[in-house]
């Protein structure tokens, strides 16, 4: 199964704004744009979508950063950099998008 980046962003951008268990929404949203994906194969995006959102949250919650005694996120350079060398698809909104849902949920 090849996937095109586009498909990857689109569907990232909509597993992030429907929420992590709206399985159905996103795979209704994915088939009206991309009408020649199988199920099967909208669950393995899924999947995909899944595994980059855990990836960037951990790392953020596992990389603190100590600056004049204080804790904070690490930098979004260096966050930027992790996810590119794992996930050489993902667009600026979505890397974005990701380094504050995961800053966020580090700060809980």
């Known amino acids: 199964m090849t996937l095109s980046s586009n498909l990857l962003n689109d569907g990232l ?6 929420g992590n268990n ?7 949203r994915l088939l009206i744009k991309y009408p020649n994906r199988t199920q099967l194969e ?5 999947k995909v ?8 949250r951990d790392f953020i919650s596992k990389n603190p950063k100590n600056i004049n005694g204080e804790m904070a996120f690490i930098n ?3 966050f930027e950099n992790f ?3 794992r996930h050489q ?3 600026e909104a979505n890397m974005n998008r990701l380094y504050g849902l995961g ?3 580090a700060s809980r």
């Open 13 to 18: 951008s909509y597993y992030l704004e429907t």
């Open 22 to 28: 709206l399985v159905s929404i996103l795979s209704k």
């Open 42 to 46: 909208l669950i393995n995006i899924e």
């Open 49 to 56: 979508f899944k595994k980059t959102n855990k990836e960037s």
């Open 76 to 78: 979004f350079d260096e």
């Open 83 to 85: 996810m590119k060398t």
């Open 89 to 91: 698809w993902l667009n």
């Open 103 to 105: 800053c966020y949920q």
